[in-house]
């Protein structure tokens, strides 16, 4: 089983930056991928960025705009995610998850994390 301790989220003001990080223990395996997903109350996790394990796939939501970056270092087995020109609207808790294939389909995605709060100020 996978565990995931998602860290950075923090307070910003608009045009601010911010870099999660996603550190992933007791992984066992190449295959699959890494998501990263937010939630703000009252609405479903909306899917933001995800990356295989081997590094050589990535995909962007359209809201990403150029933004974000996600990446990976299979070292310490962390991915994170990098964000540039943060707006209000991305104010949220973002989780990373593990899926057995990579996808961006909320369903396929497990071993989530505990989140963590970013807050974007106007």
């Known amino acids: 089983q996978v565990h995931l301790v998602e860290s950075g989220g923090g307070l910003v003001q608009a045009g601010g930056s911010l870099r999660l990080s996603c550190a992933a223990s007791?992984?066992?395996?190449?295959?699959?991928?890494v998501g990263w997903f937010r939630q703000v109350p009252g609405k479903d996790r909306e899917f933001v960025a995800v990356i295989s394990w081997t590094g050589e796939s990535l995909y962007y939501a359209d809201f990403v705009q150029g933004r974000f970056t996600i990446s990976l270092d299979s070292a310490k087995n962390t991915v994170y995610l990098q964000m540039k020109s943060l707006k209000p609207e991305d104010t949220a808790v973002y989780y990373c998850?593990?899926?057995?294939?990579?996808?961006?389909?909320?369903?396929?995605?497990?071993?989530w994390g505990q989140g963590t709060q970013v807050t974007v100020s106007s």
């Open positions: 998850g593990t899926a057995g294939r990579y996808t961006y389909n909320y369903d396929d995605y497990y071993n």
């Open positions: 007791g992984r066992t395996s190449t295959n699959g991928a």
